[in-house]
């Protein structure tokens, strides 16, 4: 589902005082809305055609760091401009914040007006154009987890971030009662996102203190990555406006449970779903079995746009439901990819790989480019993993480390076919630099286990 708002309703609310202010946002590398707030009538009158913005918003890291290294910009290119367009079909309401709207836009060249190969919202579009070369539509959907702390965001950053108490002191884990406790700032954001056009399923407790899940009902590829992002930078404002704080870091506490964020996906060919096949094993048609081949051979290569930061990976741990091996299985939450709905037209693989931290366009267009390469490879699935996939010995691991993903990113053929060397290196470099500054860091770790023992 796209935005809410016609163009020509804009102008009706704006003529009637109910909406001064636009926010006109693009999706950085790290999946946050950047942007400027234009007053309505100057949007209307010729912001609405295109904006401009500094190129560096796709070449910092979540600090906003200008790391060196980047062929697309830099101090010596002197940080230039793209051109900022505003795609008028996801313009929507602002429910949570009073009279305002909200557009997203894409990317251009400043000079030439070429889409910008390396925003995650063009990476995107260009899989779903390539599988629609093939007759496809793809129907994704994504899940949010993350955690709600007692305080808010600017008490926490002053205090370091030392005194992280969760909103809730229980395991809830579906559990009515203890969810009850943050109803004053689910239920605002359930109600505000569908105001904003985002059709939200439900949210439950998740399986750890404070722990949460928003649910999001499917849509094609694009619509889902941003309902997905704009469902994120929600939460984190409502949580603010309710002296609270969220957090969709993937590991927080060593002790603690994981957030992740699993990507459902089916493909659909003219109102049908491909996916299915009633005659054959679990109703999986050939087409979602060559595409589930290409998924899971393919992993490895596109681990980091499921996983981008350092703290990614300490969130793949044995017996927390985040998985450790590329297989899939039946219904089993201990395999990197879980067959959904089995026998139904609402059949669909589920990856369970990615974390909260992810990047839903980058992650979505990966899956894609592995999906179609399966299929074009007519690959053989092989048949499920059973058990425990955990204790199996005998099947691939996710990338370990973020230094392991940025190796087999770097070296993945496939993934340089589908998206370009410029692309892929652009986010090598993205990795890299973050590994960089990890590697600087002494840790209170480091500190206290050798301080006196070294």
């Not at 007053?39 to 200008?66: I, K, P, R």
């Not at 879980?338 to 990856?351: D, Y």
Request: some cysteine; proline content about 4%.
């Amino acid at each position: 589902m796209p935005g809410n708002l016609t163009f020509d309703a804009l102008k009706d609310l704006a003529a009637k005082g109910e909406v001064d202010t636009v926010l006109v946002a693009l999706v950085d590398m790290q999946g946050r809305l950047m942007g400027k707030r234009f007053h309505v009538s100057n949007f209307l009158d010729h912001s609405f055609v295109e904006t401009h913005c500094c190129n560096y918003l796709l070449a910092t890291d979540l600090v906003m760091s200008t790391p060196d290294g980047y062929k697309s910009t830099s101090w010596e290119a002197g940080y230039g401009d793209y051109t900022l367009k505003p795609d008028l079909s996801t313009l929507r309401r602002v429910p949570w914040l009073e009279g305002t709207v909200l557009v997203i836009g894409d990317l251009e060249d400043h000079h030439t007006h070429a889409p910008v190969p390396h925003a995650p919202r063009q990476m995107l579009k260009t899989q779903i154009d390539r599988l629609s070369t093939l007759g496809y539509e793809a129907m994704m959907a994504t899940e949010l987890e993350f955690f709600l702390f007692e305080k808010d965001y600017r008490t926490l950053q002053k205090e370091g971030y030392r005194e992280l108490v969760p909103l809730s002191g229980h395991n809830e884990d579906y559990n009515l009662f203890q969810t009850t406790k943050e109803e004053s700032i689910m239920r605002p954001l359930r109600n505000h996102l569908v105001g904003a056009g985002i059709p939200i399923e439900n949210t439950k407790g998740e399986a750890e203190l404070g722990q949460q899940e928003l649910n999001i009902r499917y849509a094609g590829a694009m619509d889902c990555a941003d309902n997905h992002t704009i469902a994120k930078h929600a939460t984190k404002e409502i949580a603010w406006m309710n002296g609270r704080s969220a957090s969709f870091l993937p590991k927080w506490a060593a002790d603690k449970v994981g957030s992740s964020s699993h990507v459902h996906m089916s493909l659909w060919k003219g109102g049908e779903a491909a996916f299915l096949d009633q005659d054959a094993d679990y109703g999986m048609s050939e087409t979602m079995g060559q595409f589930t081949a290409g998924l899971i051979k393919y992993a490895r290569d596109y681990t980091f746009f499921l996983a981008p930061y350092v703290n990614s990976y300490k969130r793949f741990a044995k017996g927390t439901f985040a998985p450790t091996k590329t297989v899939w299985s039946v219904d089993n939450r201990t395999a990197a990819f879980r067959l959904c709905g089995e026998g139904t037209k609402g059949i669909r693989m589920e990856c369970r790989i990615g974390g909260s931290d992810l990047n839903p366009y980058l992650a979505q267009a990966a899956m894609l480019a592995a999906g179609m390469k399966g299929i074009e490879e007519g690959l053989e699935l092989a048949g499920p993993t059973k058990g425990d996939v955990y204790e199996n010995a005998d099947v691939p691991e996710i990338p370990a480390t973020l230094r392991e993903a940025t190796e087999t990113l770097n070296s993945s053929a496939m993934l340089r076919a589908a998206f370009g060397d410029f692309v892929i290196d652009h986010y090598v470099r993205n990795a890299t630099w973050e590994q960089e500054e990890y590697d600087r860091v002494v840790t209170d770790w480091e500190i206290s286990r050798g301080f006196e023992r070294a």
